[in-house]
C-alpha cells in the first residue's frame, strides 16, 4: 500500500486532519488501535474555541453542532458565594459553543464515511520506520498478519500513550511536565443544568465546575484525590460536596439525580519539544497535555491540526516547503499559551494540598483583581474563547 500521508490515531486530530486533508485531495489513511464504537464511547470536555467552530464549519461538517449546540456568551466564577461574570462578547466579540467532544468526533466519523476515505480500526503493533529518510513508512498488524504502507509523511494523532511521540529519539527530545495534587471527579446526569452558563466555583472546600451538555444533561466535576475510586463516591456525597462548594443561590435551587457516568481524571500539564522529526509530525495530546480547567485539550488540537493541514496543503498544492518546516515552532507557540492559560486557571481555582498560608492570600489576590478588574477579565475571556491561530 502506498498514500501521501499516514494519520495515526482515529481521535478528534486525525479525525480532523483527515478532513482537511480530504477537502484538499490529498491522500491519506487512518490507523487506529480501537474500534469506532470504543473511540465514541469515552466523554470528555465540551467547549469549542471560535477557532474549532470555524474549522468544522469551513469543512461542512458544523450542521448538527450548529443547531444542537449553545453558543455561550460568558461564563461565572465563583469564590465561596461571590461571583464574578466573564462577560466574552463584551471583551471580544466572540462566544464559544457547547457541544460534546464526542459529538464532534461523531460528526468527524460521518464526513469520512462520507468522503469514503479510509480509516483501519484494531491496526496493532505500530512501527514507524525511515522517518529521517525519503523511504518513510509505517507497518502494522491486523488479523494476525504484518502490514506495510509507504508514505511521504506521518501525523503522530495518537494520544498521549500513542507510539508516534516514542519514535523521536530520547536525545531529540525534550518532555516538561507538571502533575497536579488532585484530579477531578466527574458526572453526567439527567437533569436540567443549574444555570445557562458554566460555573467554574473555588471555595473553601475545593473547586467545583458545573457544565452541560444540553437542556436536560449536566455535567459536573469536583477536586478529589486523583487515586480516588469513583465507585467510592456515592450520588448522595457527591451531590453535597458540589452543593458545598458553589455559591449558596446554585446550591438551594440544583436539580438533583441519579449519575449516568462517573469517573476520576488525573490533571496533568505537559508538552514535547519539538513536535516534529523528519517527516514525522504530532498533533494533539500525542505531543501535549492540559489539565482541564478552561477546556483546552480538543481546542489546542484542533489548533495543531490547523497548522498542519496547513503546511500539507502549502507543499502538496503550492510547492512551498515553508510550512513543513516551520510546524512545530508554529504549533508550540501557541500550545504554550494555552498551557499558560490551563495551568492559571488551575491554580486560581484548586486547593493545592501543600499551599502555605502566603500562598492562599495570593490566590485570594488573583481572585480579588479579576473581580475589580475589567482587563484582566478580558486576559480571561480572550484565552478563553481561543486566541488567534
Ligand atoms: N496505534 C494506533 N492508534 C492509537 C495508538 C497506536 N499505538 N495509540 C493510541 N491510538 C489511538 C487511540 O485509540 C485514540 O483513538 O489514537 C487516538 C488518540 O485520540 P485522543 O487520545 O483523543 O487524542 P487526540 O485525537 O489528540 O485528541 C485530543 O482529546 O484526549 C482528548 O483532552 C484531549 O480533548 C483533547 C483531545
Ligand atoms: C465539560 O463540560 O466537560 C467541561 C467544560 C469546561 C471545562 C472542562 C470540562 O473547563
Sequence with gaps: MRTQVVIIGGGPSGLLLGQHLNKAGIENIILERKTKEYVL??????????????QLRE????????????????????????QI????????????????????????????????????YEA?????????????????????????????????????????????PITHRKEFEKIYPFGWLGILSETKPIHEELIYANSDAGFALCSMRNANLSRYYIQCDARDNPKEWSDQVFWEELRRRIPTEFADTIEMGPSIEKSVAPLRSFVCE????????LCGDAAHIVPPTGAKGLNTA??????????LKRHYLQGDPSGVKTYSQRALARVWKAERFSWWMTSLLHHF?????????????????????????????????????
Design 274 to 281: 519539538p513536535m516534529q522529526w523528519g517527516r514525522l509530525f
Design 353 to 389: 494540598p501543600e499551599h502555605s498560608k502566603f500562598d492562599q492570600k495570593m490566590q485570594m489576590a488573583d481572585v480579588a483583581l479579576l473581580k475589580s478588574n475589567p482587563n484582566a477579565q478580558a486576559v480571561l475571556a480572550q484565552n478563553y474563547v481561543g486566541l488567534p491561530y
Design 41 to 54: 464511547s469515552r466523554i470528555r470536555a465540551g467547549i469549542l474555541e471560535i477557532g474549532t467552530v470555524n
Design 302 to 311: 484542533a489548533s495543531d491540526v490547523y497548522y498542519l493541514a496547513d503546511a
Design 59 to 82: 469543512l461542512g461538517l458544523a450542521q448538527r453542532m450548529d443547531k444542537e449546540g449553545f453558543v455561550h456568551n460568558g461564563t461565572v466564577i465563583s469564590y465561596n458565594d461571590e
Design 124 to 168: 496493532e503493533d505500530i512501527i514507524l520506520q525511515e522517518v529521517k529518510s525519503d523511504a518513510t513508512y509505517v507497518e502494522f498488524k491486523k488479523g494476525g498478519k504484518t502490514h506495510k504502507i509507504d508514505c511521504d509523511y506521518i501525523a503522530g494523532c495518537d494520544g498521549f500513550h500513542g507510539v508516534s511521540r516514542q519514535s523521536i
Design 85 to 120: 461574570r466573564i462577560d466574552f462578547a463584551e471583551h471580544t466579540n466572540t462566544t464559544v459553543m457547547v457541544y460534546g467532544q464526542t459529538e464532534v468526533t461523531f460528526d468527524l466519523y460521518q464526513g469520512r464515511e462520507a468522503d469514503g476515505a479510509s480509516v483501519i
